[in-house]
């Protein structure tokens, strides 16, 4: 027998990790909405039953206010599964029962899931599950993800709900409101694909603008204006919930617990945000300089396999293919490899721990004065990483304005993929400082993101100032095992984009460079390309090569290193000479500023076109390329006038 189970449950409840102790997957734990914004699907056979379980985004109620919250809330409307778990926090349960009521209007088998019990036990909480259920009429199990206490017992009864006639749960509000949904029903009962019209009504009654918007294309003359219930809707709900929580768990220590006081400290509106500053810049410095002795290896490595081809095939067309094209321009990429994981393991930590979501929530008073909120800056933290991902979270803002906004500014966030271009050129010209120097870039691509924010804000969308609601995680000690998988899972992506695009974009490259004349690059075609680019960018005194390493390191910004390595055809040291004669100090920070800001990869250009059009792809290109241009200028300005 075949069972689909829908997953669903509020931001932060352990569902993902409970998805992967009922199926077995690996599935990353984020700690902040808007992250998983894909339905995820696993399987597992238990006792002689094929369970097909289905992970929802989280969703706070299913009254829409972001991309996320409505492809979980159309996968409950309209996929109909046999059983739906909701997930609660068991020391948060309000507002899980909140969407389990809301939830149980859709007249479907439900089961109430209470999370994480083991913490609940360390402080003392009792969670009578009988009186749960006597009050919900619903299963309820209590169960731990980590520890994998009840996921057994979830399992048997996923399969006892399915195979039972569960009556229909519903809960009754007061006269007024019963009144208004038996006087709404009447106008779609003929609704197609709808569960139920109490919900539906209910919707209507709450304002949901999809609902809204249904019910005034079917008649013009409603009896009830839309949204006109909602505060009562709610409050009546809540009222409810509290009783039930109040007869069902022990009342909780009122002492100060160790989460809040540390809370008071980091989330504090004039020590969080130098907090949030010295911990990143830790986090750069270690990422640099502590695992430099790695990089250095891989250096020293790829440089003996280069030297070792030309000294066994000589000097010829094979040899320069695989010297030159394949080793020099994959090498000169890879040996960044080790610093790439380092920044990763640490941003785990910071994330794993329940820090980042803090961080959010400290930057959304300086969000909201750029009329955003705290979810796009979980986008641009996201954007350290790599900027595909980042551009895709923007679904959880609910604001369409202010999503385009975040899109728009997202790749001015300094991704993984410009880190080894910041470290080629602060270890030559700023080795007593590069950590300093790469952590300064960082930062000003964060001012670069808020402040893109700001022009497009009060130059273009003219648009309101955004609203956060994020409930902040407990702190936990990082797990070896969740901290592996976040490093690695985005670790690889650098990887996989070295044994492939930046694999391909070498061998081109090394065909442009070697071709008409395989004895002078600066008769090569990928010159003429650069010098034909050269003229826009000589006010920033960048050359030919610089020109040329930027235009190809649109493909991937990691083929800005290729391409120098390619262009001298030389081992680090003597790279590092030819460098030193390209750039003086100051142009070199310009370079990098503008490698910071200037036109997105490929692969961050075909998500923001299918996110939010092909029309925003070329604002994107233009914007970007103007927007690095003046700062980089303004760098060079500035810098000549102190220096």
């Not at 309820?140 to 399915?162: C, P, R, Y």
Request: proline share 4%; net charge positive.
């Amino acid at each position: 027998m075949t069972i689909r189970v829908a997953l669903c449950g509020n931001p932060n409840v352990g569902k993902t990790s409970l998805f992967n102790a009922l199926t077995g997957m690996r599935q990353y734990v984020a700690n902040w909405p808007g992250v998983t914004v894909e339905v995820k699907e696993g399987v597992r056979n238990w006792k002689d039953h094929h369970l097909i379980i289905t992970d929802l985004p989280g969703m706070y109620g299913m009254l829409v206010t972001s991309m996320d919250e409505k492809i979980a809330r159309d996968f409950l409307l309209y996929n109909n599964p046999d059983v739906v778990v909701v997930v609660a926090d068991a020391l948060s349960l309000e507002q899980g029962l909140y969407l389990l009521l809301e939830v149980l209007e859709l007249e479907t088998k439900a089961i109430l899931v209470v999370n994480a019990i083991d913490e609940a036990k360390k402080k003392g909480l009792i969670v009578d599950k009988r009186e749960l259920s006597k009050h919900l009429k619903v299963p309820v199990v209590l169960t731990s993800a980590i520890t994998g206490e009840g996921v057994e017992e979830l399992l048997d009864t996923i399969i006892s709900t399915a195979s039972s006639t569960q009556t229909k749960v519903i809960f009754n509000f007061s006269d007024e409101v019963e009144r208004a949904i038996f006087q709404m029903q009447k106008f779609i009962e003929d609704f197609p694909r709808i569960s139920t019209s109490r919900w539906f009504t209910i919707k209507y009654l709450e304002g949901d603008p999809e609902i809204v918007e249904r019910f005034s294309q079917r008649t013009s003359n409603l009896p009830i204006k839309a949204g006109s219930l909602k505060s009562k809707i709610a409050r009546e709900r809540y009222d409810h919930i509290q009783l039930i929580v109040k007869e069902s768990i022990a009342s909780a220590s009122k002492e100060l617990s160790l989460s809040e006081a540390i809370d008071h400290v980091l989330t504090h509106k004039f020590i969080g945000i130098p907090v949030f500053l010295a911990l990143m810049y830790l986090a750069l410095n270690f990422a640099f300089e502590t695992v430099q002795p790695l990089s250095d290896l891989l250096e020293s490595l790829f440089s003996h396999v280069v030297t070792s081809i030309k000294t066994n095939l000589g000097e010829n067309l094979i040899s320069s293919m695989l010297a030159d094209g394949v080793v020099t321009g994959v090498g000169t990429v890879l040996t960044f490899v080790p610093n790439i994981f380092a920044l990763f393991l640490l941003l785990g930590i910071m994330e794993d721990s329940g820090y980042l979501p803090r961080a959010a929530f400290v930057m959304d008073r300086i969000m909201y004065t750029l009329k955003l909120s705290g979810r796009s800056f979980m986008s641009f933290l996201l954007g350290f990483g790599c900027s595909v991902p980042a551009v895709l979270s923007t679904r959880g803002v609910s604001d369409p304005r202010e999503r385009i906004i975040s899109v728009l500014s997202v790749p001015f966030v300094s991704c993984s993929a410009r880190l080894p271009v910041y470290l080629l050129i602060a270890s030559i010209f700023f080795p007593k400082n590069r950590g300093f120097v790469v952590f300064s870039v960082y930062f000003f691509s964060m001012m670069a993101a808020m402040v893109s924010s700001l022009i497009l804000n009060r130059l273009i969308f003219k648009g309101q100032r955004g609203f956060f609601i994020l409930e902040l995680p407990r702190y936990r000690l990082p797990t070896i095992k969740n901290l592996a998988i976040y490093t690695w899972l985005r670790g690889k992506h650098f990887l996989v984009k070295a044994g492939t695009i930046i694999f391909v974009a070498s061998l081109v490259l090394w065909v442009l460079m070697y071709f008409p004349n395989p004895n002078d690059v600066s008769q090569s075609f990928a010159a003429q390309i650069g010098r034909s680019m050269s003229f826009v960018l000589k006010p920033l005194n960048f050359d030919w090569r610089a020109s040329t390493a930027l235009f190809f390191g649109i493909t991937a910004k990691e083929i800005i290193v290729s391409t120098f390595g390619m262009l001298f055809k030389t081992q680090e040291e003597t790279l590092a000479k030819h460098l030193s004669q390209l750039f003086d100090p100051l142009t070199a920070y310009s370079f990098i500023i503008f490698v910071m800001a200037y036109i997105p990869c490929l692969a961050t250009l075909a998500s923001i076109r299918s996110e939010i059009g092909t029309k925003y792809v070329l604002i994107t290109i233009f914007y970007s390329f103007f927007f690095a241009y003046a700062v980089a200028f303004l760098v060079k300005f500035i810098g000549g006038v102190l220096l």
